[in-house]
């Protein structure tokens, strides 16, 4: 079946380790994402990638990096300078050429730094 | 002025009724719009697109879109507890940018 894989579903980590979380997808779609969710907010853009080797900043990136050197996959690391790591992490993808193609979601990440 | 700005919940509506979730955007290039369904702790899911103004249903959903006004809304008719869900927002740009409301909270009484 397609769909998005993130992995772990929850991670621990302690202050001051960069952390990486995976997501990959198999449905060949162009475009990735990715979201943090604090309890009861909405979804906040951290970075997106339109095309492999390209990415473009969202509204939260600081204390955040990507690469996009596969179609398939869109890591993101969490560094030591992000201030309030402790999240729920969602990776999400489209199809880039429609923009009437909806976001599809992975079952997100759980990050806890203690 | 916040991108996407959802109407404040939790929203409470009794079984069988009407809810009504509203939603306004500042950017005038947005294409798309989307409603997606989140159940505590899940990833959202996808209810409803809309494209073009003026209403689009699907079974008991209707969305509504005015571009000119810039907002969009989601009527969920004969409201059951299983909509109680958050309802989020999410007009797209020419630039592929997906920004999503802060979402409402919807809680549907038996």
């Known amino acids: 079946d397609g769909g998005i894989t993130q992995s772990p579903k929850y991670l621990f980590r302690k202050e001051g380790q960069n952390v990486t979380l995976s997501c990959e997808q198999n449905?060949?779609?162009?475009?990735m994402y990715w979201y943090r969710q604090d309890p009861g907010q909405g979804l906040r853009l951290i970075y997106y990638s339109q095309i492999v080797n390209d990415f473009q900043k969202g509204d939260i990136a600081e204390g955040y990096s990507v690469s996009r050197e596969k179609k398939e996959s869109f890591p993101l690391t969490v560094t030591s300078a992000q201030k309030n790591p402790t999240a729920f992490y969602l990776c999400?993808?489209?199809?880039?050429?429609?923009?009437?193609?909806?976001?599809?979601f992975g079952n997100g990440t759980r990050l806890t730094v203690t | 002025q916040k991108e996407v700005e959802q109407n404040s919940g939790p929203l409470s509506v009794p079984e069988g009724a009407i809810a009504s979730l509203n939603c306004t955007y500042s950017d005038r290039g947005s294409q798309s719009f989307f409603w997606y369904r989140q159940y505590s702790g899940k990833s959202p899911e996808l209810i409803m697109s809309i494209y073009s103004n003026g209403d689009k249903e699907d079974g008991r959903f209707t969305a509504q879109l005015n571009k000119a006004s810039q907002y969009v809304s989601l009527l969920i008719r004969d409201s059951q507890p299983s909509d109680s869900a958050t309802y989020l927002c999410?007009?797209?740009?020419?630039?592929?940018?997906?920004?999503f409301g802060q979402g409402t909270e919807l809680s549907v009484k038996p």
């Open positions: 999410a007009p797209q740009n020419q630039g592929g940018k997906l920004i």
């Open positions: 999400a993808s489209k199809q880039a050429s429609s923009y009437n193609s909806p976001l599809h």
């Open positions: 449905l060949n779609h162009d475009a």
